[in-house]
């Protein structure tokens, strides 16, 4: 029988890029992408994919009925499926107490139950909390402190996730990775916020002095590292998976001026986020000494991301006036 993967939150940004990654790496592997289509969702993202091995179907990770249907036995679970923006999780905790916990919740057991070969967790170098600019990049012994409903919400998920392992010996691998950044992501986020903010030339909020540190991957390389840990991980284990390009966000954005030809004149300085974590740096070496590295030059995927957001308009215009989310 051909391997199966689940992959939920398929139609979001990692997920599309995990499934293109997956189809064309494994062609005769059978994707099933389930994702509910949140605002975030967007089957847009996946309109070049024509195997007849991939198939989508819309439903909720919550509905646990539903995924006990869905799962098979020796299915590998990929669960991206989340809600993914710290500033939504400080005006609507709840949504992503109910997405992010509930949710990994319902898939996890009816993975368990259907007896899976392995559930994959995506989390987040968010779950380590904030660090001082010259702390010790965080090792996945380190202990977790979450700072943001959304941080919290996923080191919450990560918790059912070990409960499991210890309890049923379930076979699951939790990854955590740094910012991600490349093509399909809502512009919402940073990056494409700012670069589509600079294409219709208005300017982009920075919040804060612009100090604040994060490291940036870019999507394929965890892409990749993720299909990785699929073969080559240990079940129980957690593993770091970072772009090692830490970068204050004034930097990064006057990186993205320069790409677009602007200056500092179209930085607004805007109010701090609540609670900001001032840096994220994640040590890699678990992942590294069994053989991943990221393959991408910052400079030059920076680069690229900027004009393909110039070259892809059709996909970005339409979620700039998306009711209820702020997007410039
Ligand atoms: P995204 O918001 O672009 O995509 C999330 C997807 O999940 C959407 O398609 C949405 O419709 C779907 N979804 C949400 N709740 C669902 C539910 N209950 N049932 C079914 N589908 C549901 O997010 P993303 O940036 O692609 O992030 C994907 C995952 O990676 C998340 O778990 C996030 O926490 C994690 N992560 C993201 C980053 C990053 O930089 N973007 C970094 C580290 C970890
Ligand atoms: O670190 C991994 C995390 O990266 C993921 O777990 C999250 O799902 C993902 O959303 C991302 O979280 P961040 O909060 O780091 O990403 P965001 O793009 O929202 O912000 C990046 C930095 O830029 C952060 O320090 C806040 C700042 N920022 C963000 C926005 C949206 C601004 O200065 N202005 C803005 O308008």
Known sequence: MAQRVIVTGGAGFIGSNFIRCIINKYPHYKVINIDKLSYSGNLENLRDIKSDNY???????????????????????VNFAAESHVDNSINEPEVFIENNVLGTHSILEAA????????????????????????????????????????????????VCMGNIRTFNQPIIITRSSNNFGPYQFPEKVMPLFITNLIGEKKVPLYGT???VRDWIHVSDNCEAIDFIIHNGQPGEV????????????????????????????????????????????????????????????DSALNETVQWYKQNSWWWEPLKNIEGRRTS
């Open 55 to 77: 198939q989508f179907i819309k439903a909720d990770i919550k509905n646990y009925a539903l995924m006990q249907h869905l799962v098979d036995e020796g299915d590998i679970v």
């Open 239 to 298: 593993y770091n998976i970072g772009g090692g390009n830490e970068l204050q966000n004034l930097d990064l954005t006057k990186s993205i001026l320069s790409c677009l030809g602007a200056d500092e004149s179209s930085i607004k300085y805007v109010e701090d986020r609540k609670g900001h974590d001032l840096r994220y740096s994640l040590d890699c070496s678990k992942i590294k000494s069994m053989g991943w590295n990221p393959k991408h030059s910052f």
């Open 210 to 212: 612009g100090k604040n």
């Open 112 to 159: 368990r139950r259907k007896k899976a070969k392995l559930f994959i967790q995506i989390s987040t170098d968010e779950v380590y909390g904030s660090l001082g600019f010259d702390s010790k990049s965080s090792t996945e012994k380190d202990l977790l402190n979450p700072s943001s409903p959304y941080s919290a919400s996923k080191a919450a998920a990560e918790m």
